[in-house]
């Protein structure tokens, strides 16, 4: 949980790029882009196996993920793979949640205080 409230910071704070700004990124460096407002269907079909690609781990795209690493996956092993659940406690929850508001603090946010109920 606290890798991906990191990455949420990082995307927040402006240190990676948004899906939104990566897309019209990845549109206005493709070589069939004009700088017309025309994006065509080459470029959407390339736009669409990138964004394929980096899902199943085989595009690195550090500018959006940071240093999250999406493992190759195939169907081949889809099915023998147990998923694992963690249960957490309130405590860890809240303590979490504390955490978070002392860094927003630290970056000149502001924090309303709340009563954390679970």
């Known amino acids: 949980m606290t890798k991906y409230l990191d990455f949420i910071e990082k995307r927040a704070t402006g240190q990676l ?9 990845f549109i206005r460096n493709h070589e069939d882009y004009k700088f017309d407002s025309v994006v065509t269907d080459s470029i959407a079909y ?12 085989k595009r690195e795209a550090p500018d959006l993920l940071g240093g999250i ?3 190759p996956i195939s169907a081949a092993d889809a099915y023998v793979k147990k998923l694992e659940s963690k249960r957490v406690n309130n405590g860890q929850i809240i303590s979490l949640l ?3 508001s002392e860094r927003t ?8 205080t709340a009563e954390y109920q679970i």
């Open 46 to 57: 390339d736009l669409m196996v990138a964004c394929k690609e980096i899902g199943e781990g």
């Open 98 to 100: 504390e955490r978070y």
């Open 69 to 71: 690493d999406i493992k």
């Open 17 to 25: 790029v948004t899906p939104a700004k990566w897309i019209r990124t």
């Open 105 to 112: 603090k630290k970056i000149g946010g502001e924090v309303k």
